[in-house]
């Protein structure tokens, strides 16, 4: 029973990676919302010949989110150049700012960040990847595995996040949409995913956030 499962996963990663080349990362500008209240609205747009930056803003009855990345695409690969995150929550009774840049310095590559009080560098290695170009780069070329881990910077620390893949068809505009969820593996409680249909277009179509106090769902709209 394992070998046959390890067979149909297979075939189901050869017919995703014969699709994944249809998808051309374009100019978009989508809107979000969730339940009860709250809206996300963000922005892709190509810069020059090979930088694009992608932001988005987030309103919520208990914190705006705002956020902007500058990266390049090398081998159908993200590069991040810079970046920044701003959260106010509950007003600004709590204010979490991050704010970032890849430089060469002494033939290193290096990350210079400030995260809130906080400054310093961070020699780089391997790609890493922010909150907004995650699914970007799961959207190019990450449909090669049922497991995939990666690189990702927050609050001035690289860390490593692991993400399972599937695919499900669920309900979407009262249609039933075929889609590839990445779920984030976590030794806590809290559970974060994403939903992207699986055709030339990749929408993200549906985000699923919960955590202590807070259970957010959102939608494309």
Do not use: C
């Not at 995260?115 to 799961?138: A, M, R």
């Not at 996040?161 to 505009?173: G, I, P, W």
């Amino acid at each position: 029973m394992k070998m046959v499962k390890n067979i149909l996963f297979k075939l189901l990663l050869l017919f995703l990676s014969s699709q994944i080349f249809l998808f051309e990362i374009k100019p978009y500008e989508n809107y979000y919302s969730s339940k009860p209240s709250g809206s996300v609205e963000e922005k892709l747009e190509k810069v020059s010949e090979n930088v694009w930056k992608i932001s988005s803003i987030a309103k919520h009855p208990l914190f705006t989110l705002n956020q902007e990345s500058i990266f390049e695409i090398k081998n159908k690969t993200i590069v991040l150049k810079s970046g920044y995150r701003k959260l106010d929550v509950l007003g600004g009774i709590r204010k979490d700012y991050q704010n970032y840049k890849v430089v060469n310095l002494n033939e290193k590559k290096v990350l210079e960040f400030s995260f809130g009080k906080k400054n310093g560098t961070i020699e780089i290695f391997e790609n890493f990847y922010d909150n907004l170009t995650l699914q970007l780069q799961f959207k190019l070329d990450l449909l090669k595995q049922d497991q995939t881990r990666i690189d990702y910077f927050d609050k001035g620390k690289i860390k490593k996040k692991v993400f399972t893949m599937k695919s499900k068809e669920v309900f979407f505009n009262s249609n039933l949409v075929e889609v590839i969820e990445y779920e984030e593996s976590r030794e806590d409680k809290r559970y974060f995913a994403f939903q992207i249909t699986n055709d030339k277009e990749r929408n993200t179509i549906r985000v699923l956030q919960r955590g202590r106090g807070f259970n957010l769902e959102w939608e494309l709209d």
